[in-house]
């Protein structure tokens, strides 16, 4: 299976993403609050059976199943020493996932899940180690790219930016997480960072594209707004992935309930604006990527025809 490699491949068109893996995995039975990267090597078959339903909907990109599977998040549940195998098995499932086909496997690394010095108990130096180790266990195992995931704070970003490409990956994708402010002018992440200064210092810092993932209250249109205000700090490839709308508490249950029908609405905009990768995040399903699969193609033949009259 030849294909070429990731960046190269955006120029010709826009690629799909996945939808949510974690949501995915508490409906497959993943008890709350336990470690979900763990099952790549406990219950491969049933994360091989999530990613495989988005590469039948159409995904162009998987994310490995390995968010939380850094040094200092695995250490968590006690799997600390599990770090390579656990990544690599991520990259071997999504690979996996797309059956021969070509598709992009993504090694995912989110938030290391603390906060460094002096806010917090970390230093700078064990989230580098932690990242770097990542990373390379993703690089080493296959993946075609890395993307550091829902990041809030530009040093936090800034080191798995490093350890990507220490680690030798073809692509590296920055991706942050926006809040919705308050008074729902603006969105900006936790740590208090918009959109600008993450475009500028991912561009700044190397990475190849400029990503949003999650957030609170980031819907598809407030996702292309984000994505018109990287766009004017920044000519990188763009990639958006939000929630399936915002998380409600039922029945004790975090719910996300905005239907494909409702967020697929949102995908044409998105495209219009010059997005090279779209997916989704929380709550999204294999549904989700369906619909968009259906809006992507049916927008991009609608492209060709115009070029060719
Ligand atoms: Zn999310």
Known sequence: MTKPPLLQALRARPLLGDGAMGTQLMIAGLAQGSCGEEWNLAHPDRVLAIQRRYADAGSDCILTNTFGGSRIMLNRHGNADRVAAVNQAGVEIAR????????????????????????????????????????????????????????????????????????????????????????????????????????????????????????????????????????????????????????????????????????????VPLLEAGVSIVGACCGSTPDHIRAFRLAMDEHLCHENQTLRH
Do not use: W
């Open 96 to 267: 996996q996932a797309f059956d021969g086909r070509a598709g992009y496997v993504i090694g995912d690394i989110g938030p290391f899940g603390g906060l460094m010095e002096p806010y917090g108990d970390f230093t700078e130096e064990q989230v580098r180690a932690a990242f770097n180790e990542q990373a390379k266990a993703l690089v080493d195992a296959g993946a075609d790219a890395i993307i550091i995931e829902t990041q809030t704070s530009l040093e936090e970003l800034g080191l798995g930016i490093e350890a990507a490409k220490a680690a030798g990956a073809p692509c590296v994708i920055g991706s942050m997480a926006y809040d919705v402010t308050l008074d729902g002018s603006t969105f900006r992440t936790m740590m208090g960072i918009d959109p600008e200064r993450a475009a500028a210092f991912m561009q700044e810092h190397g990475a190849d594209i400029v990503a949003l993932n999650c957030g609170t209250g980031m819907d598809m249109a407030r996702a292309r707004q984000a994505v018109e205000r990287y766009r004017k700090v920044t000519p990188l490839p763009l990639m958006v992935q939000p929630n399936a709308g915002q998380p409600k508490l039922v029945d004790m249950k975090v719910v996300y309930d905005e239907t494909p029908e409702q967020m697929v609405k949102g995908v």
